[in-house]
């Protein structure tokens, strides 16, 4: 059984808001393409590629067995694939576990979305909830999180200037993030003056509709040298489920993130969460769910206080611009894990983080952060 799982290469396409010149399928070979070239590695059943772990939607590519229709552009003809129909960050967390075990040496992990190609972002994620009791009702990813959020705010006492306050710091992030769909700055008068959307939410407190890929080669610590002198440890990973129905909770609850980073803390020897990372990432595709999940995680007590302090600039709180700056919701996660990937690995250009050691990495999917997961990385 292998010790530890390293990231030998990352490839991520810039993220847009409507990818009209690429197929899904062209958006994961021009990912594949890269690693491929970083690192050497060759699809050889014997020492190179046999297994591929993709992540994708059936709703948004708009066909069932989505995989399907990218096994060519992954590489996984006539090699094992297998799809994760969630945030991708439980792809590289599949793609661990395969490692771990000692079932693979090596792992291409690849994700994509293209929200752009649907009608209504909305109408897909209505498909998320129960057919008989709760579509009809409109539900979707939005109006159900303008609901956490107002209960959030009204358990928080968190204000609508600290939140123009995240999108502001994203956005300033954002500008330093080739990758990031949306650099134009804002001012605090900007967000408070958007579009109210979903009471409580306005426009610019909601992630833009986004198109990308990103790609991943994992490797066990025997042959990591063989792809590259520059390796990113994988050393923790928890994710936990809440309840399907939203009456069965309070939407303030984080039990379930609690217990995804507790799992991810312990396998990576974590102690004090709040002082032992250098960098944090964090989905966050509407602004009211970064401090919320902040607390969730451990980094602070009390995330409206956080926000004043300064804890996102302190902290180093989603560098990448997180989330918010626009990615697509089944990558969030991974491209989270690039983020800190990247920033370990020191290439991380003008938002570089110097020294930088361990990062954590977070996902969410789901209504209202049903599912969460939490990646520990590290560097020698």
Same mark, same amino acid.
């Not at 970064?290 to 451990?298: A, D, F, V």
């Not at 700056?325 to 020191?346: D, F, H, S, V």
């Not at 983080?353 to 969460?372: D, E, M, V, Y």
């Given at each position: 059984?292998?010790?530890?799982?390293?990231?030998?290469?990352?490839?991520?396409?810039?993220?847009?808001?409507?990818?009209?010149?690429?197929?899904?399928?062209?958006?994961?070979?021009?990912?594949?393409?890269?690693?491929?070239?970083?690192?050497?590695?060759?699809?050889?059943?014997?020492?190179? #590629?046999?297994? =591929?772990?993709? @992540?994708?939607?059936?709703?948004?590519?708009? /066909?069932?067995?989505?995989? +399907?229709?990218?096994? %060519?552009?992954?590489?996984?003809?006539?090699?094992?694939?297998?799809?994760?129909?969630?945030?991708?960050?439980?792809?590289?967390?599949?793609?661990?576990?395969?490692?771990?075990?000692?079932?693979?040496?090596? #792992?291409?992990? =690849?994700?994509? @979305?293209?929200?752009?190609?649907?009608?209504? /972002?909305?109408?897909?994620? +209505?498909?998320?909830? %129960?057919?008989?009791?709760?579509?009809?009702?409109?539900?979707?990813?939005?109006?159900?999180?303008?609901?956490?959020?107002?209960?959030?705010?009204?358990?928080?006492?968190?204000?609508?200037?600290?939140?123009?306050?995240?999108? =502001?710091?994203?956005?300033?992030?954002?500008?330093?993030?080739?990758?990031?769909?949306?650099?134009?700055?804002?001012?605090?008068?900007d967000v408070l003056k958007s579009e109210l959307v979903c009471d409580p939410m306005r426009a610019l407190h909601a992630y833009p509709v986004s198109d990308g890929a990103v790609a991943f080669l994992l490797c066990n610590e025997e042959r990591h040298k063989e792809f590259t002198d520059n390796p990113v440890w994988l050393t923790g990973f928890g994710n936990n489920m809440h309840s399907y129905f939203l009456g069965d909770r309070d939407l303030t609850d984080m039990s379930n993130?609690?217990?995804?980073?507790?799992?991810?803390?312990?396998?990576?020897?974590?102690?004090?969460?709040?002082?032992?990372?250098?960098?944090?990432?964090?989905?966050?595709?509407?602004?009211?769910?970064?401090?919320?999940?902040?607390?969730?995680?451990?980094?602070?007590?009390?995330?409206?206080?956080?926000?004043?302090?300064?804890?996102?600039?302190?902290?180093?709180?989603?560098?990448?611009?997180?989330?918010?700056?626009?990615?697509?919701?089944?990558?969030?996660?991974?491209?989270?894990?690039?983020?800190?990937?990247?920033?370990?690995?020191?290439?991380?250009?003008?938002?570089?983080?110097?020294?930088?050691?361990?990062?954590?990495?977070?996902?969410?999917?789901?209504?209202?952060?049903?599912?969460?997961?939490?990646?520990?990385?590290?560097?020698?």
């Amino acid at each position: 059984m292998a010790n530890r799982v390293a990231i030998c290469a990352v490839a991520q396409l810039p993220f847009e808001s409507n990818m009209w010149t690429k197929r899904f399928q062209e958006m994961c070979f021009d990912v594949v393409e890269p690693i491929l070239k970083q690192t050497g590695v060759t699809f050889d059943m014997n020492k190179g #590629i046999r297994n =591929v772990v993709t @992540c994708s939607d059936d709703i948004f590519d708009a /066909r069932t067995i989505s995989d +399907n229709g990218v096994t %060519d552009a992954v590489g996984a003809h006539y090699r094992g694939e297998e799809k994760i129909a969630m945030d991708g960050l439980n792809a590289l967390g599949y793609g661990m576990a395969s490692v771990l075990s000692g079932h693979d040496d090596v #792992i291409l992990v =690849v994700g994509h @979305c293209k929200e752009s190609q649907s009608e209504s /972002r909305d109408s897909c994620t +209505n498909l998320a909830y %129960d057919p008989f009791y709760c579509r009809p009702l409109g539900m979707d990813f939005m109006n159900v999180a303008a609901m956490q959020m107002r209960a959030y705010m009204a358990k928080s006492g968190l204000t609508e200037e600290q939140l123009a306050k995240v999108v =502001v710091n994203a956005r300033r992030n954002a500008a330093k993030n080739p990758f990031a769909n949306c650099k134009d700055l804002v001012s605090v008068d900007d967000v408070l003056k958007s579009e109210l959307v979903c009471d409580p939410m306005r426009a610019l407190h909601a992630y833009p509709v986004s198109d990308g890929a990103v790609a991943f080669l994992l490797c066990n610590e025997e042959r990591h040298k063989e792809f590259t002198d520059n390796p990113v440890w994988l050393t923790g990973f928890g994710n936990n489920m809440h309840s399907y129905f939203l009456g069965d909770r309070d939407l303030t609850d984080m039990s379930n993130l609690q217990k995804a980073a507790a799992r991810a803390f312990k396998m990576a020897g974590v102690k004090n969460p709040a002082q032992d990372f250098d960098l944090y990432e964090i989905n966050d595709p509407y602004a009211y769910q970064l401090p919320m999940w902040l607390e969730g995680l451990g980094i602070c007590d009390k995330g409206p206080a956080f926000i004043d302090d300064g804890g996102l600039e302190k902290k180093n709180v989603n560098i990448s611009g997180g989330m918010l700056a626009g990615n697509p919701i089944m990558i969030g996660g991974l491209a989270r894990a690039a983020e800190a990937a990247l920033q370990l690995r020191g290439q991380a250009g003008d938002r570089q983080i110097q020294g930088a050691k361990k990062a954590l990495a977070h996902s969410t999917t789901g209504a209202a952060g049903q599912f969460q997961s939490v990646l520990v990385l590290e560097k020698d």
